[in-house]
C-alpha cells in the first residue's frame, strides 16, 4: 500500500501565530479563534483534518505550521 503523506502519519499538526489581528478580515479573526490562537506566538497541537487544514489556508499570512 502507497504511503500517505507524513503529518497524516503523525496525527497531529503545531500551528503559531505569528501576526497580529489588528486590521484582519472579521472572518479570518474568526477562523483564528477557532484553531485555538489568540495572542501572538500562541501555539496548539491540534488533529490533523481537512477541516483543521482549510482553516489554515483560509489564514496563511497569519499563521505558521510547525511540522
Avoid: C
Wanted: proline share 1%; no cysteine.
Amino acid at each position: 500500500m502507497a504511503k500517505k503523506n507524513e503529518t497524516a502519519v503523525s496525527g497531529t499538526v503545531r500551528v503559531r501565530l505569528v501576526k497580529g489581528l489588528r486590521g484582519v478580515q472579521g472572518r479570518h479573526r474568526l477562523s483564528v479563534k477557532a484553531l485555538g490562537l489568540s495572542k501572538i506566538n500562541d501555539v496548539r497541537e491540534l488533529k490533523d483534518s481537512p477541516q483543521v487544514r482549510g482553516l489554515i489556508n483560509k489564514v496563511y499570512y497569519l499563521v505558521r505550521v510547525e511540522e
